[in-house]
Structures are given as structure tokens and as C-alpha cells.
């Protein structure tokens, strides 16, 4: 046994977090994908058969009341809030992230130009239009899509900026931003970027933010209430485990909610859906947020894949914590394992600067990929070179880093 | 025995369709509820349990190739096509149809504004601009609500119109309509709108239609092909029987799909979704249509429901024979059964305007309704004074009928 492989025992045997893996569905492949599809929690799949088979089979059209179904998307959002550091009451879950985005960015700007719209007289005339859109120059694309299509729709101009330089572009505007949309960590380099600083610099310049946590949420803490965020959204099927394009969900702040004017208001959304009124009257709170009839199935999976975060010992600072460890493990072992120069990590170092993967650039990504995924270390490709490896501190363990090293060091080697 | 209860045991004694009601999840109760959530297909757990345990757990990220998962939107669309009229390659699956609504709305109103560029000097000058949306004054809420939105984020604005003067009020704008959006069948009346002829009277007036099809397809022959509808959308979980909240589905006319362009273009409608662009190019064909990460739990499920358009027998010509047999068989119960003035029926007499739906008004329809469904007759309420009763030819029969008539006549009687 090797020094990182006695290591590796050591950290696993210290591993507060290491019987909850117990709770998924594994097998012998080293499965480093969890940012991309999460694994499958071992009881998922009892429920989604109830649900099925009584809910749907059974009680059929009675289960919108009886089992929940209706209530769903707010309930559901209240078990993500506490993970992204939000009070109940202001997360709901629905619809993809991209449509999320498109809500969430157009309610933005409708929220900045009723800004420059209240205020009286003079005050008002010299106030600027708010006519620009910031969003994320390295953003994973379908953010920047979408903002481009929000831009166009809204009358705004889109302009990508990297997300060190949002405090000096929103300067430079001299108070036209509206909004900013912002990935809490790169999908590509796994870079987490400075949430409170830049939401604070968001606000300095009378702008509201936007932040998409699909790569943080579930990993490491989020803090929107904290930081007085105004928006986000996020996926849930990486780190919260929700099964393959569960639903996402928007976190619209509490005192933002009576002024978020959605661009799909859908009749979920009424304050009182089934009036059947022709006339739109948006319902208070979190279900303003909703639009049509939620997908019962994937939701249902979802909340009962939030279940493994009741677990004993389950927290999102432990999970941090040990997502720390492991990937700090992992460029220890590539480090030891793989020859000078043949890979290179574009994670930073710093762990504030740090979410839960590693991406290590390297020639013939793609093919390395491949082969290491024929080895039995699944990771994923990002074009054009990146070798993305998740950490998913729930069910990766220390002995799985050091391996996926191992192997990725040999497949290197030819 | 009766003498309606003779002719419902001969009618069902010759049902081509009598032997698909095995197919489907039932117990004593009489579902009458299938035009708001279809029963279970008895195949469709095990299929989702599949789906869960091997695809999802086994093989996780894999399945988004080995199982079919990325290309499931297209796929399922095309299983939905011969059931709408359609050929292959113009539906695709997703999102909801509140979200569908607003997608094809704006681009048919956005290919009204190209038409508009479109030609030069003195015919374009002489063109008016389009500026005007029609909508089915008398619709689904949720289809009034996002239109608003579309109107509002286009630049239009918003007519109610009932569907009967939709020819008329096109001829009173003077060619400034761009897009209608109409409901094939009225979700409350059941009523059938004549979507050959309307949409002709659209096309006449230079404009694009858009059309509803939650209460139709997979209940009655659409010919969105034949007819030559723009744009359509639909849900998949009444008549389709895909679960709850299963996703709907967007139809683009094939010759349309170019100029499609999509108020929401997520990752998933580019070209490349994989290449990780920052510009964005619209895929071609359906998958155009595409927003973010389909949720597959729903769309599995959707998919595994139509394989019972396979069985021997069903066709939407059988099921349209059946389903006015079955309208006209309970009108002819309730007017047995049920003392004359106590209910209206608002559905209309004619086949040619008729849906799979028969609508009584009905004073305290909400309290009588209730008491139904504690006697095991499942229809539902709509505010005010509608008692719904919904058909579904592949598993209603004709005693069913019979009994629902029977027990809502004892029921009106106190």
C-alpha cells in the first residue's frame, strides 16, 4: 500500500459523512460525474413507485389534493432553502434553469426600470435609463442565450463581462445596469466566485442580481438571504441528487416578491388558480413564480432525494468541508501520480476561490476522458480540453480520489 | 335491468376498443375525469421503474446517450405526431404548455414583423404593420395570461375574441393581426372549434395560427398537417395519459422551422449544445423548440403511456367513433334519468362541434359534484356552474355510462 493510499484509509476512516453513501446506489465504477447527473439515493426509488403506482394509479386526479400535488413546487422549495441559505417561503421549485434564468433576469429589469420610474420630479429626470444587462462572459452558454434573449425582449442591451470585472463595467455604465446575471461557480473550471462582494458591488451601482447556483447549491454554502442576493436559480439534479433534468427553482427575496413581475405567468402562478378568471392577478409569495402544471414525477423524486439531508451528521458546512478535503486530495494525488506539465488544473487553489470539482486541462481531453471512463473513473469532457471531475462529498470517498488519480496517471502514461 | 342498461351492455358487447380497458389501471370507481388526468397504463411502472433503477442508477450519465435520454424530446414528439396529423419532425416535448404557449406566440409573432420586411418599396410601404394578437376569449385561463405577456414583450397588443368572430374581427383590423391563438376544444363547454376553417380565415388575413390542443389530441383527428396550422401545443396528460404534469408538446409546420426563433433558446435548441459556444445558432428542425434539460422521470413515463397506440384496434378514428358514442349515450342517459330543467347542457348537440367532453350546468354544481365523487363518480367542477364529465374512449365504457348518469340523478334528487 502506497503513502496517498494509507492516506486515503485514514481520511475515510475519519470521514464524518462516510456511512451516508450507504444511502446510494453505487457500484465499483468511481463515479466523479455528480456535478453533471447525481447519483441515485437507494429509497428514490420505493417513492417514485407510489407515487405511480397509489398516487397516480390509484388515487388518480384526488392525489393534486390528498397527496400533495399541487402544493408541491413551494413545499419542495422550502427543503432546497435551507441549503442555499434561504428562510422558507422564497424558493420555488419548477421548470428547467434556462427558463428560470428568463424569469428571473426579465423580473430583474422590470424591477430596475420601476426604480427609475418611482422617485418624483427632478430626482427622476436625472436619474439614468437602466437599459444594460451584465452577464458572465465565461457563463455556462444557455445563461448567456437566455440573457441574450431577455435583452431583446426587455429593450436592453446584453454585455458579457468576466465576473472579476462586473464592480468596474457596472462603473463604467455609470448607473445604466439593470441587472447581472453570475454563476456562483464555473461549470468549467470549478472557479466559485466572491457571491457577497459582487452582489454587494451589484447593489452599490443600483442593480440587482442574479446568481444561477447550479454548481454550488448542495456543495458548499450559498448564503442568498445572508448576502442579500435578489434572484437566483438553480439546478437540481448535480448536487442535490434530483434524477436526470429534475425540475429547477428561483429564489425571489422576500420583500422583492410583491414587484417580481413575471414574463410566464402561467395560471399557477394566479392568486386564485382555479377562479378560472381571464383576468391575471399574480398570487404573493414563492407560487408567483410558478407557471403551469408542474411535472409531478420528477418532482416528487426530487423531494425525496432532498430526504438524505435529514440524515444524521448531513450539514452543507460538512459536506464543504469534505468537499475541501477531497478535492484538495485529488490535486495532491494527481500531483504524486501524473508527470510535470501533462495536465494542468484550472481550479484555482484558494479555497474561497474553490467549488467541488477539479478541472484539469489537457491535450486529447476528449480521448483521455474516454478512456478513463472505459477504466471505470467517470468524469466528464468539456470542450474544447477539459477533464471535469465532481466531488460529491455525500458518496465520493477519499480511496475513490486517490484511485481516480491512479488511473488517470496510467491512462496519461498510454 | 333497464333498457339503457341493455343497449350499454350492447354497445360495450360491441366495442372494437372494449378489450383496451385492460390496459389501463382501474378499480370501482367510474373515472370520468380522463379530459384532467388520464389513468395509469398498467405498463407505465415497471417502465419508470427502469427508468429509475437501471438507467438512472446503473448507468447514470451514460443513459444520456445509451438510453436515449438526450434525443427523448424529438423522439416522443414524433410518437405524438400521427396522433395530432402531423409527420414526423415537427413536435418535440417539453416544458409546459403554459411555456409553449409563449414560445410559439412570439415567434409567430416575430415571423408576422419578417413578413412585414419582408417584399420592397411601395408593397412594403403599403403593408400595415402587425401589431395585434387574437386570442379565444372564451379559453384556458392560462392561455389568456401568457398571451398578455407575449403581446406585451412583442410590442402588440391584446384582443379577446370569441372564436365564432375570430373571421370578422381579422377583417375589421385590416390586416394588422400577426398571430390567434384558439383552443381546438373549449376546456369548460367541450365545445369544437372548426380548425380547418379558422385557420384558413387566419391565413387569408396574412396571419399566423396558433392552436391549443390540450382537450383534443389523442381524443378526436386534429390534421395539423392537412389543415395547415402554424403553430401548436398541447399537453400530454389527459388524453395522452402521460402522468401527472407530464410535458407538453410544441408543433412547428416544417416550413415554418426556419424562421422559428425562440423567445426562449436555451442550450439545448443550439446547433451544437455540446460545443459550449458563447453565440448562439438555433438547431435545426424540432429540436429547435428545445429550452434547457428535459426532465426525463416525466418524459419516460409520457413515452412508455403511448405505446398503448400500438395496441391492435386504436386509432384516433376509433377513438372518435367511440367518444361520440359515448357523448351521445350519456346525453341520452342524463335526459332519461334526470328530471328536465334540472341540468343544461352547455357541449353541443352536433357532432361536428363537439369534443370528448359533456358539460352540464348546473346550480350548485360545486356541492354536487362533490357529493359524485363520494359516490364514485369522478368528473370534476369548473367555477361557476359546470359539472364536467370527460370521456376517454380507450378506457370508458358504455355501462360506465350509464351508471354515472343513474348515480347523478339520484344525486340531483337529494
Not at 470585472?165 to 446575471?181: C, F, I, Q, W
Not at 411535472?295 to 423524486?301: E, T, Y
Request: aromatic share 8%.
Amino acid at each position: 500500500m502506497s503513502e496517498l493510499q494509507r492516506i486515503a484509509e485514514e481520511l475515510d476512516a475519519a470521514d464524518p459523512l462516510a456511512a451516508v453513501r450507504g444511502k446510494f446506489v453505487l457500484d465499483d465504477v468511481t463515479y466523479l460525474d455528480g456535478n453533471s447527473l447525481g447519483a441515485l439515493p437507494a429509497h428514490v426509488p420505493g417513492r417514485v413507485e407510489d407515487v405511480v403506482r397509489r398516487q397516480w394509479g390509484e388515487l388518480r386526479i384526488r392525489s393534486w389534493e390528498e397527496s400533495g400535488w399541487w402544493t408541491a413546487p413551494e413545499r419542495i422549495g422550502d427543503r432546497i432553502a435551507p441549503l442555499v441559505g434561504a428562510a422558507a417561503g422564497q424558493v420555488v421549485v419548477g421548470d428547467s434553469t434556462s427558463v428560470n434564468v428568463f424569469k428571473a433576469l426579465v423580473a430583474a429589469v422590470r424591477m430596475a426600470e420601476q426604480d427609475g420610474r418611482t422617485g418624483g420630479g427632478s430626482e427622476r429626470r436625472n436619474r439614468p435609463v437602466r437599459d444594460e444587462i451584465l452577464v458572465d462572459a465565461t457563463t455556462f452558454p444557455t445563461d448567456g442565450y437566455i440573457a441574450e434573449s431577455a435583452a431583446r425582449m426587455t429593450g436592453c442591451t446584453l454585455r458579457p463581462v468576466a465576473p472579476a470585472e462586473v464592480p468596474s463595467a457596472l462603473a463604467d455604465r455609470g448607473g445604466r445596469t439593470a441587472a447581472v446575471l453570475l454563476n456562483h461557480v464555473d461549470y468549467r473550471t470549478g472557479r466559485l466566485h466572491d457571491l457577497p462582494a459582487l452582489t454587494a458591488a451589484v447593489h452599490a451601482a443600483g442593480a440587482y442580481a442574479v446568481w444561477d447556483l447550479c454548481h454550488s447549491a448542495g456543495a458548499l454554502p450559498v448564503g442568498l438571504d445572508e448576502h442579500g442576493v435578489d434572484l437566483a436559480v438553480g439546478c437540481t439534479y448535480k448536487y442535490l441528487n434530483g434524477g436526470p433534468g429534475s425540475p429547477a427553482y428561483l429564489y425571489v427575496r422576500r420583500d422583492l416578491q410583491p414587484r417580481f413581475d413575471s414574463p410566464l405567468p402561467g395560471w399557477n402562478s394566479h392568486a386564485e388558480p382555479f377562479g378560472m378568471r381571464s383576468d391575471y392577478a399574480p398570487a404573493s409569495g414563492a407560487p408567483r413564480g410558478r407557471v403551469g402544471t408542474p411535472d409531478i414525477l420528477s418532482l416528487l423524486a426530487l423531494e425525496a432525494a432532498l430526504d438524505v439531508w435529514d440524515e444524521e451528521g448531513v450539514s452543507v458546512a460538512a459536506v464543504r468541508a469534505k468537499s475541501l478535503a477531497l478535492t484538495d486530495f485529488f490535486l495532491r494525488c494527481v500531483g504524486a501520480y501524473v508527470p510535470d506539465g501533462r495536465v494542468e488544473s484550472v481550479t484555482p487553489e484558494a479555497h474561497a476561490e474553490r467549488g467541488s470539482q477539479v478541472a484539469l486541462r489537457c491535450e486529447d481531453a476528449g480521448e483521455v476522458m474516454k478512456q478513463l471512463i472505459e477504466r471505470g473513473v467517470v468524469g466528464d469532457y468539456r470542450a474544447p480540453d477539459v477533464l471535469r471531475f465532481g466531488f460529491t462529498p455525500l458518496y465520493v470517498g477519499f480511496a475513490d480520489v486517490e484511485w481516480a488519480a491512479r488511473v488517470l496517471a496510467r491512462t496519461l502514461a498510454g
